[in-house]
């Protein structure tokens, strides 16, 4: 280490590329592979939005915006959210358009947490949270729910919450969840607030699945306990736009006047032509994420199917993309190295669950936001792979 590396903040010693991705890296040359890793859409972006971001480019809309988004944006965003969801916010002083869910994350866990703070997270868990706490010098405390069906009871966020007393400063939610797919139903909740409204801590709770639950309806938290909530939502998964960079703080005024700051000097705003062409989801193509879920079920029904009928445990989730599965206990134990090895056999990635906590350990995660084709093929290799191979 020459003597510039030490002056790195040493924050950054203690956090690395996400798993997923040196895991997806490390696979990606192996002939013939197929990837069944990120959580990335395989469906286009919707025509209509599409034309709206080039439409923009065309009528030169190439310059900064506020640094809270373009003010039909943040309007639009915050009416998809009261018909969807019945939340009400203040489209001018409740709502930011962010880079992505990525920066949403970033730009509140920042706002909000100080050395020593701790942030308590059900796990397995989505490696995203995680390095932004560890440079903000705070501590990440898991909350395992592997016993419970990945599902936070409130017996469990009540006694966490007790055990660790005023230093926890927030409490993260993701749901529908990645890596298990499992949400929440409205009483589970409910229940959870009733818990988190006796303590002085922030939710932020990460919904940007809401849109892809498969039976019944969607239940943000930020109904129950608005006061305490950040929420973060956006357009990657509801409408394939993963690489337009759009995502979406909604919040309290009291507490966006803070987040805005921290989102200023991160990014000064998201991308016009991003925003252009995310008012048109928001509005005339509302409704993209009801057409695409039908799809996404009949691939989990397929994927849940073949993999219960090689042995492995899996919680059906009832939204999101991913399967997460229990690898079989004839089989290796590690999941880097059992993925490791399907990769090599039979030419298939699928993500080690260790990518995603402790708590993974021993699991899989496998994305079925891929074609039937791909799912199908994907499905005859694993099953070759189980039937050669002997722990």
């Not at 203690?14 to 990837?35: G, K, T």
Request: aromatic fraction near 10%; charged fraction near 20%; charge should be negative.
């Amino acid at each position: 280490m020459n003597k510039l590396q030490q002056r790195f903040n040493p924050q950054v010693n203690q956090i690395a590329v996400s798993l997923i991705r040196q895991f997806d890296e490390r696979v990606s040359s192996i002939p013939n592979i197929l990837r069944l890793t990120l959580g990335e859409p395989d469906f286009n972006t919707p025509e209509a939005v599409k034309a709206a971001g080039i439409e923009a480019i065309e009528q030169n809309f190439s310059h900064y915006t506020g640094m809270a988004g373009l003010p039909e944006v943040r309007e639009a965003a915050c009416a998809f959210i009261k018909k969807k969801y019945q939340l009400e916010y203040d489209w001018q002083t409740e709502a930011i358009v962010t880079v992505g869910g990525t920066e949403a994350i970033s730009a509140a866990l920042l706002s909000i947490l100080e050395p020593g703070d701790k942030v308590l997270l059900p796990s397995p868990v989505y490696p995203g949270y995680a390095p932004v706490i560890t440079l903000a010098n705070a501590e990440m405390v898991n909350m395992d729910t592997s016993h419970d069906g990945f599902v936070l009871t409130p017996e469990l966020l009540e006694s966490t919450l007790k055990g660790h007393g005023e230093a926890v400063k927030a409490v993260v939610l993701n749901y529908p969840s990645n890596p298990t797919g499992v949400t929440y139903s409205r009483e589970e909740v409910k229940a959870l607030a009733d818990v988190l409204k006796k303590y002085n801590v922030f939710v932020i709770s990460d919904e940007i699945y809401s849109e892809l639950i498969y039976d019944g309806t969607h239940t943000s938290i930020a109904e129950f306990i608005p006061e305490q909530t950040i929420l973060i939502n956006g357009l990657s998964k509801s409408h394939a736009m993963t690489g337009w960079r759009i995502g979406f703080i909604f919040a309290p005024q009291e507490l966006t006047k803070e987040i805005i700051k921290v989102h200023q000097y991160l990014v000064t705003a998201a991308s016009t032509i991003s925003q252009k062409a995310a008012y048109v989801a928001l509005t005339t193509s509302i409704d993209e994420g009801q057409k695409v879920k039908q799809e996404y079920k009949v691939r989990r029904d397929f994927v849940y199917n073949k993999m219960t009928e090689m042995g492995f445990e899996v919680a059906k989730p009832s939204g999101a993309f991913y399967i997460f599965a229990k690898i079989p206990a004839n089989k290796e134990q590690d999941s880097m190295a059992f993925c490791v090895d399907v990769a090599e056999k039979v030419q298939l990635a699928v993500i080690p669950g260790i990518a995603f906590g402790q708590a993974g350990e021993g699991y899989i995660r496998i994305s079925y936001a891929a074609s039937s084709e791909q799912l199908e093929e994907a499905m005859k290799r694993l099953a070759n792979y189980m039937e050669s191979t002997i722990a």
